[in-house]
């Protein structure tokens, strides 16, 4: 699907487009989602070099994702994507020139979604590609900081639930999920700041002084939101050793109780394993008082030793 936003005064007018159309004059944007053999064939026609493939996209080296070419600045960049209570990673590929800014894509994004409705209502500015860039990854950086309050937020309603759950088993879930998301997080934190880094020495003639003071202040935030997400991950494991230490302190309740049991029995075992020897000279065995005997020993035997496990604060 092809998307052109083309400047209509101060608005950005939303056009669909197909392989049988030409680029609308005026446009601003191109938007690019799951392309087609015959969508990546019509984008040809506007690109000197290559078409970025998907495979081009996910590259992770820093050369891959940013350079410059004689279709202008590319730029991969990794952005959060919420799939139910989970959270993952889209990379979007970035191609900015003078006078249009396109965008590939293979996921249709909530903040993409969100951007263009700020476009339509006319809540963001429009004046030309570099700017648009520059409020989406504005708006990138605001939304990773929310992630991370919500999962300071998660991670705090955990903390208390550790020690009054009787299960486990979906607490650790949970913190194990929470840790997944502000990894991705500070991934995607980390890829935005070298994203900007390179705007700022490749484009700073481009970049009008708006634009260069709101890439500074984004660089100044990421700086800022990077210490919590490792003040996130250090709350984590200690959540984590917290349950595994809260687990094993139960478990070893339980196992205590056995133990004491066994030996609280042992006194009273030994007695009836030496009545029961078939020995033909055994006294009591015709004793008329043998057996209350024998029965009040076992009993006697295992209240002394739980009495003495008492007294030494065994118990």
Same mark, same amino acid.
Request: charged share 30%; aromatic share 10%.
């Given at each position: 699907?092809?998307?052109?936003?083309?400047?209509?005064?101060?608005?950005?007018?939303?056009?669909?487009?197909?392989?049988?159309?030409?680029? %609308?004059?005026?446009? *601003?944007?191109?938007? +690019?989602? $799951? %392309?087609?053999?015959?969508?990546?064939?019509?984008?040809?026609?506007?690109?000197?070099?290559?078409?970025?493939?998907?495979?081009?996209?996910?590259?992770? /080296?820093?050369?891959?994702? &940013?350079?410059?070419?004689?279709?202008? #600045?590319? =730029?991969?960049?990794?952005?959060?994507?919420?799939?139910?209570?989970?959270?993952?990673? +889209?990379?979007?590929? &970035?191609?900015?020139?003078?006078?249009?800014?396109?965008? *590939?894509?293979?996921?249709?994004?909530?903040?993409?979604?969100?951007?263009?409705?700020?476009?339509?209502?006319?809540?963001?500015?429009?004046?030309?590609?570099?700017?648009?860039? @520059?409020?989406?990854?504005?708006?990138?950086?605001?939304?990773?900081?929310? !992630?991370?309050?919500? @999962?300071?937020?998660?991670?705090?309603?955990?903390?208390?639930?550790?020690?009054?759950?009787? /299960?486990?088993?979906?607490?650790? $879930?949970?913190?194990?999920?929470?840790?997944?998301?502000?990894?991705?997080?500070? *991934?995607?934190?980390?890829?935005?700041?070298?994203?900007?880094?390179?705007?700022?020495?490749?484009?700073?003639?481009?970049?009008?002084?708006?634009?260069?003071?709101?890439?500074?202040?984004? *660089?100044?935030?990421?700086?800022?939101?990077?210490?919590?997400?490792?003040?996130?991950?250090?709350?984590?494991?200690? !959540?984590?050793?917290?349950?595994?230490? &809260?687990?094993?302190?139960?478990?070893?309740?339980?196992?205590?109780?056995?133990?004491?049991?066994?030996? @609280?029995? #042992?006194?009273?075992?030994? =007695?009836?394993?030496?009545?029961?020897?078939? &020995?033909?000279?055994?006294?009591? #065995?015709?004793?008329?008082?043998?057996?209350?005997?024998?029965?009040?020993?076992?009993?006697?035997?295992?209240?002394?030793?739980?009495?003495?496990?008492?007294? $030494?604060?065994?118990?």
């Amino acid at each position: 699907m092809i998307n052109a936003y083309v400047r209509n005064g101060q608005l950005l007018d939303v056009k669909e487009l197909s392989t049988e159309d030409r680029l %609308p004059a005026n446009t *601003l944007w191109l938007d +690019v989602f $799951k %392309p087609t053999d015959e969508e990546r064939q019509w984008m040809s026609t506007y690109f000197q070099e290559e078409v970025p493939e998907e495979d081009d996209i996910n590259e992770i /080296e820093a050369s891959a994702r &940013f350079y410059s070419d004689k279709d202008g #600045l590319h =730029i991969t960049s990794l952005f959060p994507h919420r799939v139910g209570k989970e959270l993952r990673g +889209v990379n979007v590929s &970035f191609t900015l020139r003078d006078n249009l800014l396109i965008t *590939l894509r293979e996921e249709d994004l909530g903040l993409m979604r969100l951007f263009r409705a700020y476009l339509r209502q006319d809540k963001m500015e429009a004046r030309d590609p570099a700017t648009l860039l @520059v409020e989406m990854l504005i708006l990138k950086v605001e939304y990773l900081s929310d !992630l991370l309050e919500d @999962v300071y937020t998660v991670l705090e309603s955990t903390g208390q639930e550790v020690f009054e759950a009787e /299960e486990l088993d979906e607490i650790l $879930k949970n913190i194990t999920l929470q840790e997944d998301i502000n990894g991705k997080i500070r *991934l995607s934190l980390l890829d935005t700041q070298r994203s900007l880094r390179f705007m700022t020495r490749n484009q700073r003639g481009r970049l009008s002084e708006d634009n260069r003071k709101e890439v500074k202040d984004m *660089l100044a935030d990421i700086e800022s939101l990077l210490p919590h997400t490792q003040f996130l991950f250090d709350k984590i494991n200690f !959540l984590l050793d917290a349950a595994m230490g &809260f687990t094993s302190l139960k478990q070893n309740k339980i196992i205590k109780i056995f133990s004491v049991a066994a030996v @609280v029995f #042992l006194p009273p075992t030994v =007695i009836a394993s030496a009545y029961g020897m078939n &020995f033909d000279i055994m006294p009591e #065995l015709h004793w008329r008082f043998g057996y209350p005997l024998a029965i009040g020993l076992m009993f006697a035997s295992a209240a002394g030793t739980y009495l003495f496990f008492k007294r $030494k604060g065994w118990l």
